[in-house]
C-alpha cells in the first residue's frame, strides 16, 4: 500500500499560468522529480 503526504509549495504567478495551459499535474511532476533526485543520490 501506498501512502501519501500532502504538502503545501509555493510557485511564481508566471509558473501556476505555464502549469495550467499546459495542463501539468504538479503532484505527478514533483513526484518524479524527487525519485530522481533519490535515485541519484543512492
Given at each position: 500500500?501506498?501512502?501519501?503526504?500532502?504538502?503545501?509549495?509555493?510557485?511564481?504567478?508566471?509558473?501556476?499560468?505555464?502549469?495550467?495551459?499546459?495542463?501539468l499535474?504538479?503532484?505527478?511532476?514533483?513526484?518524479?522529480?524527487?525519485?530522481?533526485?533519490?535515485?541519484?543520490?543512492?
Amino acid at each position: 500500500m501506498c501512502v501519501a503526504t500532502r504538502k503545501n509549495i509555493s510557485i511564481r504567478d508566471d509558473q501556476a499560468e505555464w502549469v495550467e495551459q499546459n495542463h501539468l499535474n504538479l503532484s505527478s511532476f514533483v513526484q518524479e522529480k524527487l525519485d530522481e533526485l533519490i535515485e541519484e543520490r543512492s
